[in-house]
């Protein structure tokens, strides 16, 4: 898309793409990734922004790998266009592979919390519905438990005059999207970009 192009425009026009699913990595499930690498799986509104800065902010300093898909709905395989139309409970996220002797849980945490707006309810920037929801899907009781702190801590520090409306809730089956979504503001920069997605300057949680 043209970056002239107003930006609500931009956004409607997103493709509805049918291109088979695979990750950034089509070997991923193969490769050797560090003993003791883990998962980690956010919603936070359009996905492609999502993507684009923690690939920003955290490439060569832990992040193995990540890819873009859809989590925590009721239908099996969803496309992007039945997620878009808001029936399959699915949520626009990211997963990625990380490096905890590099990056920790609790980091990529705490700048999901500066990225985007956890209080607005199905909604960032323009974007609305249940597959633009902010949320946390754990891999295990201890992502459960730092989740559920870190969401403490930054409610009472940084967004302390709106209610945060983050879902936490166990990571269940993971779709890929199609692959014309994965890495997508790389390969078409000037590319629709949420509003609501920049890193706030939040001073450290204490």
């Not at 990056?103 to 607005?120: I, N, R, S, W």
């Not at 403490?152 to 089956?173: C, D, N, R, Y």
Request: hydrophobic share 30%.
């Amino acid at each position: 898309m043209a970056t002239s192009m107003p930006t609500f425009l931009t956004r409607l026009f997103r493709p509805f793409s049918q291109s088979t699913r695979i990750g950034l990595n089509p070997d991923a499930a193969a490769q050797n990734f560090p003993e003791g690498s883990q998962k980690a799986t956010v919603a936070a509104g359009c996905f492609w922004g999502v993507e684009h800065l923690y690939r920003k902010h955290f490439g060569g300093q832990g992040l193995l790998d990540a890819k873009v898909g859809y989590i925590g709905g009721d239908s099996s395989n969803p496309s992007y266009r039945s997620v878009c139309s808001g029936r399959t409970g699915h949520a626009e996220s990211l997963q990625v592979v990380f490096d905890p002797s590099k990056v920790t849980y609790t980091q990529l945490l705490e700048f999901f919390y500066k990225m985007h707006d956890p209080t607005t309810k199905d909604r960032q920037g323009g974007d609305s519905g249940t597959q633009y929801r902010s949320a946390i899907f754990f891999h295990d009781e201890e992502q459960e438990r730092i989740a559920k702190e870190v969401t403490e801590k930054v409610q009472q520090q940084w967004w302390k005059t709106s209610k945060i409306t983050t879902e936490i809730l166990p990571a269940g089956q993971w779709w890929d999207a199609e692959i014309y979504h994965q890495l997508y503001l790389e390969n078409n920069p000037g590319g629709y970009e949420c509003p609501a997605h920049y890193v706030r300057s939040f001073p450290a949680l204490s």
